[in-house]
C-alpha cells in the first residue's frame, strides 16, 4: 500500500468535523476511524491560510477514480446537506478521502466493501476559503 499523502485541514473544518463524530453513537463512530486517522495526520492551519489548491468543506472537486477511470465532479458537505445530485458528505468514504488534498494529489482509500479505489484530484472549481468565505 502506498504511503498517505500530507494533508491540510481548516481549524474550522476540523472543529466541525470534530464536533460532528463526537455526537454519534460509539458504535457507529467506529465505522469512520479512516476519517478520524485522516484528521489526526492532517496539517491544521486557519481558514485564511488554506491554500486555495486545496480541498476543504464545501469546495467543489473533480476526482477521477484511477481503478474505473470515472471522473466526478462532487460538493464536499455535512451530513445534513446532502442533496442527491452533486454532493459527498464527508462522512462518505469518498468524502473522507478528498478532505485535505490538493489538486494532483491522489490516495488509496478502503471501500466499504473492502475494495481499494485510487482516488487523484483534478481540479478544484470552487473553495470557501479562496473565494474569502472563512466563517461559512
Do not use: C
Request: hydrophobic share 45%; glycine share 6%.
Amino acid at each position: 500500500m502506498s504511503t498517505k499523502p500530507s494533508i491540510v485541514v481548516s481549524r474550522l473544518d476540523l472543529e466541525r468535523i470534530e464536533a460532528l463524530l463526537e455526537r454519534m453513537p460509539p458504535a457507529q463512530v467506529a465505522q469512520y476511524d479512516a476519517l478520524r486517522g485522516e484528521l489526526d495526520r492532517a496539517e491544521v492551519v486557519e481558514p485564511a491560510a488554506v491554500p486555495a489548491d486545496v480541498v476543504t468543506m464545501n469546495s467543489v472537486v473533480t476526482f477521477k477514480d484511477e481503478g474505473l477511470g470515472e471522473e466526478m465532479t462532487v460538493s464536499l458537505v455535512y451530513p445534513a446537506a446532502v442533496r442527491i445530485d452533486g454532493t459527498v458528505s464527508i462522512l462518505a468514504p469518498v468524502g473522507s478521502a478528498l478532505l485535505g488534498l490538493t489538486k494532483g494529489q491522489q490516495i488509496d482509500w478502503p471501500t466499504p466493501d473492502g475494495r481499494q479505489r485510487l482516488l487523484r484530484v483534478l481540479d478544484i472549481a470552487y473553495q470557501p476559503e479562496a473565494a474569502g468565505d472563512l466563517h461559512r
